[in-house]
């Protein structure tokens, strides 16, 4: 993972594991939203010169190990990702309009690391972990529940999370 980029007068490595959830948690991310996700996803950080390393979405929440260029805040590189495919998501799923009838897909905050403190190996290997098992380039829609019906993997996020 020793790719570092190159601008005019930079060279940079910026790494950062981003994850954020649907409005209330709503299990909405699954079947064909949660694969039209993906593809927005992939579209608005090409779009933006960001490279995804490795990505999970589960029923309730996206990971995202991103490499965003220096030029661009991490916080208005989560805007572009949840603001335009909140909008597409939206405007293309009826059954998510209905949901989510205040036009916000996604709830308002973020949670975000940088990968300097893990190596890129480790970040890959957890959101690896959060996917199936079979193969699809770096990138799954997870759909694990446990008995009440939440992602099992989610509630281990969410403690080690809090460390």
Sequence with gaps: MQTA???????WDCKYHIVWVTKYRYPVLVGDVGLRARELLR?????HEMSIHAGAIDR??????LSIPPHLSVSRAVQFLKGKSSHKLLTEYQSLR???WGQHLWSRGYWVATSGNVTDEVWKKY???QKPEEPDDNFK??????PKGRSIRLLAVTRSHRL
């Design 43 to 47: 579209e608005i950080s090409r779009s």
């Design 5 to 11: 980029k190159s601008g005019s007068h930079t060279i």
């Design 127 to 129: 959101i690896e972990d």
């Design 98 to 100: 209905k949901r989510y």
């Design 60 to 65: 309730d929440h996206v990971h995202l190990l």
């Design 141 to 146: 829609v997870v759909q694990t529940i446990d």
